[in-house]
């Protein structure tokens, strides 16, 4: 069981790090572009099935569909704080058409590890020189009574995904504009985006995928109309490097 544990934890280490080596410099006094535009989003997590098991990490997949960038797959994982079980999540991505893949996540209580790992398909644009707000994905952890609803996570190892209810949990999601929020945290966390223009840019549909094998339709989460931006999207920001 230790082992099993040790596995879990070297594997989600892995996608800490993948999403920190490319996320934005929390250290940087100006944005690098030659990096990519900035792509930011939140996301909140509450397992109602097993409250005591909340999140301690989470994080999206960012999956290329077309673009620039040279990776196919981008981790974006995060411990900062956003609000109650809420995480902000920064990723430098170069300009492209992108979508949303997974939700990922960790819930630590000793000595129990869950994970979350469920798939979704949200697209999203990615304009050169900018910050670009996503929205906030919203999701709540639910006895999964349904054999087409996907599970919140895998079920191994067993007595973790079980006890945490993430292995017998799904999700059900909900889409916001939490620009105001989300953007100061944003600003307050990194000193290179504190004077710069941030596009508000809510996800507005995303798609949940159901188990293998079955014939149910996607579920689709739309954002709600009194939500979506009627703004104009400001100028690029101008491309200055620095550290």
């Known amino acids: 069981m230790k082992n099993v544990i040790k596995a879990l934890f070297a594997?989600?280490?892995?996608?800490?790090?993948?999403?920190?080596?490319?996320?934005?410099?929390?250290?940087?006094?100006?944005?690098d572009w030659t990096k990519g535009s900035v792509v930011a989003i939140s996301v909140e997590l509450h397992n109602e099935y097993k409250p005591n098991y909340h999140p301690t990490h989470l994080g999206v997949v960012i999956m290329k569909k077309t673009g620039t960038d040279s990776r196919q797959r981008i981790p974006a994982f995060s411990a900062i704080p956003a609000g109650t079980n809420a995480y902000l999540v920064t990723q430098q991505i170069q300009p492209g058409q992108y979508t949303l893949s997974k939700i990922y996540g960790m819930a630590h209580k000793f000595p129990i590890v869950g994970g979350?790992?469920?798939?979704?398909?949200?697209?999203?644009?990615?304009?050169?020189?900018s910050v670009i707000y996503l929205g906030r994905i919203t999701a709540?952890?639910?006895?999964?009574?349904?054999?087409?609803?996907?599970?919140?996570?895998?079920?191994?190892?067993?007595?973790?995904q079980a006890v945490s209810g993430y292995g017998n949990g799904t999700l059900s999601v909900v889409l916001k504009d939490n620009y105001e929020e989300d953007v100061k945290v944003l600003k307050r966390?990194?000193?290179?985006?504190?004077k710069l223009d941030v596009v508000r840019s809510p996800l507005k549909i995303m798609k949940l995928e159901r188990?293998?094998?079955?014939?149910?339709?996607?579920?689709?989460?739309?954002?709600?109309a009194a939500m979506v931006a009627t703004q104009d999207a400001p100028a690029p920001n101008l491309p200055v490097t620095g550290k």
């Open 11 to 31: 594997a989600l280490a892995i996608i800490v790090l993948s999403g920190c080596a490319t996320s934005l410099d929390k250290t940087a006094t100006a944005v």
């Open 189 to 194: 966390e990194f000193i290179a985006v504190q």
């Open 116 to 129: 979350i790992d469920f798939s979704i398909d949200a697209p999203f644009e990615v304009t050169p020189n």
């Open 140 to 160: 709540v952890n639910k006895e999964r009574k349904n054999k087409d609803d996907q599970s919140a996570g895998g079920v191994i190892p067993l007595i973790d």
């Open 211 to 224: 188990t293998t094998g079955s014939s149910a339709a996607l579920i689709e989460v739309k954002l709600p």
